[in-house]
């Protein structure tokens, strides 16, 4: 059932008739995806969850500007927009140079698995859904300027009509297609060449057993049997912290000079965010007689290698549901 349906059922014909429940009620609904679509933009699970809360505020003290010219949904993503480019105009600077996202943050795929089905059940369409999701994706949409990203976003993710993203964006539709081949252009600069050939789905027996071995290895601090399962090219990063390291060597010598393998005492938890294959790890802390967050490596798989670890500090534990300590046995 539409929004906007809804409206009728409620007997009334504009936004303006409805009482402050009622437009929660309608709102609420389109929670999760204007939750993604924000986080989109802005590569921060927090941040997106701020804009989101201005979105409907905005959107209740706006509701008598609604006009039914487009839906109800389509309205809120507008505000959305509008609300992340009014934060991307007076936020922090361009990424740093070498492709480091600093204010990147995990969206936990428990929550991705609460977007509306819609046109989801197509193939291609879940493909373009886990594709825009992940977090190579995210890192290079966050070097494009904030017009041409949103352009990109509202055209390729969202599908909406060149038209339609002129309107919001106040410009013409001309100007929207040349924003259009700027962002895709950027995009193929800043994505991973092959991409297209990642895997890590579910379905990957391969992957899985990868992960698997990563985690073991990790647990055990084996470095030189983690060594092995890296590409030569592999980028490992953990924002917020300032640090971009490429290549083998460059990763086993962090690994090694941060005392990695003289620390004892971990254990794991497999996860999923950004339909990606995670690790969550935990350090035993004596004094608190249980395994305690540490951090989450969050990893990108490539014919048979790592290509990628993004790591995540303990901060991030509870909005990705993972409990606050494992007791002595390990389990959760």
């Known amino acids: 059932m539409s929004a906007d349906t809804r409206l009728e059922e409620l007997g009334v014909s504009g936004l303006g008739e409805v009482d402050e429940s009622a437009f929660s009620g309608l709102a609420e609904r389109h929670r999760r995806e204007l939750h993604v679509h924000c986080y989109r933009m802005l590569g921060s ?13 905005r959107a209740w003290r706006r509701r008598e500007t609604f006009e039914g010219r487009s839906t109800f949904r389509a309205w809120l993503y507008r505000i959305a927009t509008n609300a992340c480019l009014d934060l ?3 936020r922090r600077p361009e990424p740093a140079t070498g492709g480091e996202v600093l204010w990147l943050q995990p969206y936990p795929d428990r929550l991705l698995d609460e977007l509306p089905a819609g046109d989801a059940d197509e193939p291609e369409a879940v493909a373009v859904a886990r594709e825009t999701i992940e977090l190579a994706y995210l890192v290079a949409v966050q070097h494009l300027a904030p017009r041409p990203r949103a352009a990109l976003i509202l055209r390729d993710v969202l599908g909406w009509p060149a038209k339609d993203v002129a309107e919001l964006l106040g410009d013409s539709v001309n100007s929207v297609n040349s924003a259009l081949q700027r962002a895709r252009a950027g995009m193929r600069e800043h994505l991973p060449a092959e991409r297209q050939d990642w895997t890590g789905s579910e379905e990957d027996a391969g992957t899985r057993e990868l992960v698997r071995r990563y985690t073991d290895a990790s647990v055990a601090t084996d470095i030189p049997a983690l060594a092995a399962m890296l590409r030569d090219d592999v980028r490992c990063s953990m924002p917020p ?23 004892k005492g971990l254990r794991a938890v497999p996860i999923s965010v950004n339909r990606q294959p995670a690790v969550a790890f935990y350090l035993w802390q004596e004094q608190e007689g249980a395994y305690l967050p540490l951090t989450i ?10 290509t990628e670890i993004v790591t995540f500090h303990d901060d991030r534990f509870p909005r990705l549901g993972l409990p606050e300590r494992l007791p002595a046995d390990g389990t959760a």
């Open 45 to 57: 699970f927090d941040d997106a969850e701020d804009t989101v809360q201005e979105t409907f505020l």
């Open 88 to 90: 991307l105009a007076k």
């Open 241 to 263: 912290t300032p640090g971009l390291y490429i290549g083998r060597d460059a990763v086993v010598n962090d690994w090694v000079e941060s005392g990695f393998e003289g620390m």
């Open 297 to 306: 490596d969050v990893l990108r798989v490539t014919g048979g290698a790592i």
